[in-house]
């Protein structure tokens, strides 16, 4: 149960993440300026798909490695003008579940000393 939610906010995060570049980018920009935006800052993040998916406890370790650094510049958007802030705030929440999960998922199966 904890690996098919962990799959479907992780899942969120990257929607939201890559629709938020497109839905906020300017109107006279290119679409494949945002796209190449697109894939630098989400590239890493779509790296960890094969963690989220077979529930390897080291990739999730990995990923949440990772999701420090999204947390950092998604914290940095909040200081933007609402239409950003908004979105930062769904990022921001996402990115902990997702964070939250991974923990719990590679904690379960371990036992205490």
Do not use: E
């Not at 950092?72 to 999960?101: E, H, M, N, S, W």
Request: aromatic content about 8%; hydrophobic content about 55%.
């Amino acid at each position: 149960m904890i690996l098919n939610l962990l799959r479907v906010s992780y899942a969120l995060l990257l929607l939201v993440g890559v629709t938020g570049l497109f839905s906020l980018a300017p109107p006279d920009t290119h679409s494949i300026s945002t796209l190449i935006i697109a894939l630098v800052l989400y590239v890493p993040l779509l790296i960890m798909a094969p963690a989220v998916i077979s529930g390897n406890k080291r990739q999730n370790t990995w990923l949440c490695f990772l999701l420090l650094f999204y947390f950092c510049g998604y914290a940095v958007q909040l200081l933007d003008p609402p239409p950003v802030r908004t979105l930062a705030i769904a990022k921001i929440t996402l990115t902990i579940v997702v964070f939250v999960l991974a923990a719990v998922q590679i904690r379960q199966g371990q036992h205490a000393d």
